[in-house]
C-alpha cells in the first residue's frame, strides 16, 4: 500500500485563483512529518513547506499553506494567487518516526499543476 | 555555491555498459541519498547512508551499487545497465539533526540504449 497518495496526477488553475492539491497518507508512527516539493520544468526539487505531526498551526510559507488534518491523514498543499511561474510538478513526502536522525522519505508519485493566464 | 552536485547532467550508455554517477555535498551533511524518478511513479529510494562506510537498500536497488568513503561523497555505480535503469536520478542530502531540510542535486538523466 502507498503511504503517500497523490489522487490528482493533473490540476488546471487560471491565474491570481487559489488551488488546492491533495495528499494523503499513511502510517502508525505517533511522531510524523509532511513535505511538499516543487519541481519546475528545469528539474531541480524545491522545498516548499513541512509539517510536524505534532505542530498545531497549519504551517504557512508566503504564498504556501499546508492544510494539515491529522483524523483524516491529510496534508493538502493550498496556493494562493497562482502565478504562472507556479506551473510545476507538486510532490508530497513523509518521514516517519523522530524528526531526527536516519529516517527515510517517502515521496507521492506528484501532481503536475498547470496556470492558465 | 554550496551545495549537492551531480554529474553527469545527461548521459547515454550501451545496455550492459557500466557507469558511475557522481554526487558531492560540501554542507557536511551526514545523511545522502539515491533517487530514481520516473514517469508517474514520483521519487524513489534507490540506496541511502548516514555516515562514511555505512551504507543500506533502498526500495529499488537491483542493479546499482554504493559506497561512502568520505562524508562528501556518494557515488551511485551501474554495473551492467539495462534500458529499465533509464530514468532521472537524484542525489539528496541532509543534517541528521534536522526534521527536514533535504538539499537535492540537480539530476541526471540517463538513457541507457
Known amino acids: 500500500a502507498q503511504k503517500i497518495t497523490q489522487t490528482q496526477p493533473g490540476m488546471f488553475v487560471q491565474e491570481k485563483e487559489a488551488v488546492t492539491l491533495d495528499c494523503t497518507y499513511d502510517?502508525?508512527?505517533?511522531?510524523?512529518?509532511l513535505f511538499w516539493y516543487k519541481q519546475p520544468s528545469s528539474g531541480e526539487m524545491i522545498f516548499l513547506i513541512y509539517q510536524g505531526s505534532y505542530d498545531e498551526q497549519n504551517a504557512t510559507e508566503g504564498r504556501y499553506s499546508l492544510n494539515f488534518q491529522k483524523a483524516r491523514k491529510s496534508a493538502n498543499l493550498v496556493i494562493s494567487a497562482s502565478q504562472l511561474g507556479d506551473s510545476a510538478m507538486y510532490f508530497c513526502?513523509?518521514?516517519?518516526?523522530?524528526?531526527?536522525?536516519?529516517?527515510?522519505?517517502?515521496f507521492g508519485r506528484g501532481t503536475s499543476l498547470i496556470v492558465h493566464p | 555555491n554550496a551545495g549537492v552536485t551531480q554529474t553527469p547532467k545527461f548521459q547515454v550508455l550501451k545496455t550492459g555498459q557500466s557507469m558511475t554517477l557522481q554526487c558531492a555535498q560540501d554542507?557536511?551533511?551526514?545523511?545522502m541519498s539515491w533517487y530514481r524518478q520516473d514517469p508517474g511513479m514520483g521519487l524513489r529510494l534507490i540506496h541511502y547512508?548516514?555516515?562514511?562506510?555505512?551504507?543500506d537498500q533502498g526500495e529499488v536497488p537491483n542493479g546499482y551499487n554504493v559506497s561512502r568513503s568520505t562524508t562528501e561523497d556518494f557515488p551511485l555505480r551501474l554495473l551492467s545497465a539495462a534500458p529499465s535503469q533509464t530514468s532521472v536520478y537524484f542525489c539528496a542530502s541532509r543534517s541528521l539533526d534536522r526534521a527536514f531540510g533535504y538539499t537535492f542535486g540537480s539530476g541526471t538523466r540517463l538513457t541507457v540504449v
Open positions: 554542507m557536511n551533511h551526514e545523511y
Open positions: 513526502a513523509m518521514r516517519e518516526g523522530r524528526s531526527g536522525g536516519s529516517y527515510i522519505p517517502t
Open positions: 502510517t502508525s508512527d505517533q511522531s510524523y512529518g
Open positions: 547512508s548516514v555516515g562514511a562506510g555505512i551504507t
